[in-house]
């Protein structure tokens, strides 16, 4: 069975531009989550979408937003990015919504904001 | 802040030693997972420890979750290099994961 994607891996942005990525969970999970890694903050939870709603979200600021589609895969976005938007984006996903279910993540997209 | 505290930051060792990893907090969380994160790649979970007071073994690793449910702890018995890479604790409260900042070990052969 196929692990969790994402595309792309890597990319590089300048401040006040946007950027989507892209999240493919595994066969038949429905939960997808998505969590900001820096080396200063370690890993930090964005949201979660179950069936294409949000379940819960994180405390950032409204500029990052998500979807979830009704192939369970997701996409979020960065509006107007800022330098300290840089950094590598999970997403994970499971079988069941919340912390109910083992999470599997994907490798992540590192974004660099120049 | 972060919900979770994680000591220590940095596990330098040689091939063969006994590490200790802590992860503290001051909320309760329903369960407790530990991670492991190599390089370029996402974590991996390798227990989930749900009972206060509960004691899981993985070969050579060592769990334990605190009677409070509030805090735990990786033992790694006789460390080798392929035990390199970032070490992470999550708490799940309220249906939600909170990470822990991370151990980076470096097994030295």
């Known amino acids: 069975k196929a692990g969790v994607t994402q595309t792309p891996r890597y990319l590089i942005k300048t401040r006040g531009q946007q950027v989507t990525l892209s999240c493919s969970p595994i066969?038949?999970?429905?939960?997808v989550s998505w969590y900001q890694q820096t080396p200063g903050q370690g890993l930090q939870f964005l949201f979660e979408?179950?069936?294409?709603?949000?379940?819960n979200k994180g405390n950032f600021p409204g500029r990052f937003s998500g979807r979830q589609f009704s192939n369970s895969r997701s996409e979020m976005n960065v509006s107007t990015l800022e330098l300290g938007d840089s950094a590598l984006y999970l997403c994970?996903?499971?079988?069941?919504?919340?912390?109910?279910?083992?999470?599997?993540f994907g490798p992540g997209t590192r974004l660099t904001v120049l | 802040t972060q919900l979770l505290e994680q000591s220590p930051q940095f596990l330098s060792i040689q091939e063969g030693e006994n590490l200790t990893v802590y992860c503290n907090s001051s909320?309760?969380?329903?369960?407790l997972q530990w991670y492991r994160q190599e390089p370029g790649e996402g974590p991996v979970l390798l227990v989930t420890?749900?009972?206060?007071?509960e004691v899981k073994k993985l070969k050579r690793l060592t769990f334990q979750f605190g009677d409070a449910r509030k805090d735990s702890s990786l033992h790694i018995t006789a460390a080798q290099p392929g035990d390199t890479g970032l070490y992470l604790c999550?708490?799940?409260?309220?249906?939600?994961?909170?990470f822990g900042s991370g151990t980076k070990l470096n097994v030295k052969p």
């Open positions: 994970a996903s499971s079988w069941l919504e919340g912390g109910t279910d083992t999470q599997y």
């Open positions: 066969s038949g999970h429905r939960s």
């Open positions: 979408y179950f069936s294409e709603t949000q379940r």
């Open positions: 420890v749900v009972t206060g007071g």
């Open positions: 999550a708490g799940v409260r309220f249906n939600k994961f909170y």
């Open positions: 909320s309760v969380f329903s369960s």
